[in-house]
């Protein structure tokens, strides 16, 4: 028999972005693989725990923070921030305010958190979530961002990359989110 060590990691991450962009029910729909068409305004949760086996080796758990209503004070507090390793900015395709607000989120976020002064103090790996991507399509919606644009904005804003999402279909959340907690463990 052989002993095989099992590293386990707790990542806190922060999911940002404009109210109703579909923050609260990405990370129902990642945790618990359901989706509320009316979802109330959430307050009072403060994060949801998902597993992940990421290797033979590895076990991931995430702390999803939500931004529980806060969206409109201008800035959320330190307490959200702390210990945060990384960060989901989603932005919801039918809103280009929401597409522009983006940028102050992750200026904002790049302000108030960065990783340890042992592994560099940077800013701390960001995934950008172009959410409602089944909505898209339907002639009567602005199209999405052309992607030239979010791939500028990915450079400009220092994030790792870009996902179409949709929180409605289940769509692409498991590959963005696995592309963050990637960077994340390159890091660590
Ligand atoms: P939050 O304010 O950012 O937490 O946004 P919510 O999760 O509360 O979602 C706001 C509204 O958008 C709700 O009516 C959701 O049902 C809807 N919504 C969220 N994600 C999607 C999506 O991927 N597709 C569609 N069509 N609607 C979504
Ligand atoms: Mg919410």
């Known amino acids: 028999t052989s002993t095989r060590t099992i590293t386990q990691y707790m990542f806190k991450i922060l999911v940002i972005g404009e109210a109703g962009t579909g923050k609260t029910s990405i990370i129902k729909r990642y945790v618990e693989d359901d989706f509320a068409n009316n979802y109330k305004t959430t307050i009072g949760v403060d994060f949801a725990i998902k597993p992940i086996v990421w290797d033979e080796d590895t076990i991931v758990r995430l702390q999803l923070w939500d931004i529980a209503g806060q969206e409109r ?85 220092h994030f790792a990359s870009w996902f179409p999402t949709s929180a409605k279909e289940n769509n692409n959340l498991d590959e963005a989110i696995r592309h963050l907690v990637a960077a994340i463990l390159k890091m660590v």
């Open 73 to 157: 004070y201008s800035s959320l507090t330190r307490v959200y921030y702390k210990e945060a390793i990384g960060a989901l900015v989603v932005y919801d395709v039918t809103n280009p305010g929401s597409f522009e607000a983006v940028k102050k989120w992750k200026q904002d976020l790049d302000a108030k958190v960065t990783l340890p002064e042992a592994i560099g103090g940077g800013p701390i790996p960001a995934v950008l979530l172009a959410n409602k991507c089944d909505l898209a399509s339907h002639s009567n919606y602005a199209p999405p961002q052309p992607l030239g644009a979010l791939d500028t904005l990915c450079q400009d804003y």
